[in-house]
Nanobody, 124 residues
């Protein structure tokens, strides 16, 4: 099993930045596709970004392209989501997720493990 713990969320003004980490423990972290998924109040969870096991492949939802960057440090068992130019509509709980099945590009339904989420609030 894999345990994922997100942190680094918080309250920022529109246009600001955050870089929450997700620390992983358990089975073969480097073998997982890692992703970030978010859920805004009253909405379903939606895919944000994913990074391949090597860290060299990335995939983004259209609404974050050019603003967010996902990366991973396998030596630290950690994935990051660099969020720039934040908008109020980015306000959500952000979840780290892991897929061991190797699907690429990833789909929301592919994720096998989930963190507890970290709150990101962007003020206007």
């Amino acid at each position: 099993q894999v345990q994922l713990v997100e942190s680094g969320g918080g309250l920022v003004q529109a246009g600001g930045s955050l870089r929450p980490p997700c620390a992983a423990s358990g089975r073969t972290f480097s073998g997982y596709t890692m992703g970030w998924v978010r859920q805004a109040p009253g909405k379903e969870r939606e895919f944000v970004a994913a990074v391949s096991w090597s860290g060299r492949g990335t995939y983004y939802a259209d609404f974050v392209k050019g603003r967010f960057t996902i990366s991973r440090d396998n030596a630290k068992n950690t994935v990051y989501l660099q969020m720039n130019s934040l908008k109020p509509e980015d306000t959500a709980v952000y979840y780290c997720a892991a897929d061991f099945g190797g699907t690429w590009p990833p789909r929301l339904l592919d994720y096998d493990y989930w963190g507890q989420g970290t709150q990101v609030t962007v003020s206007s």
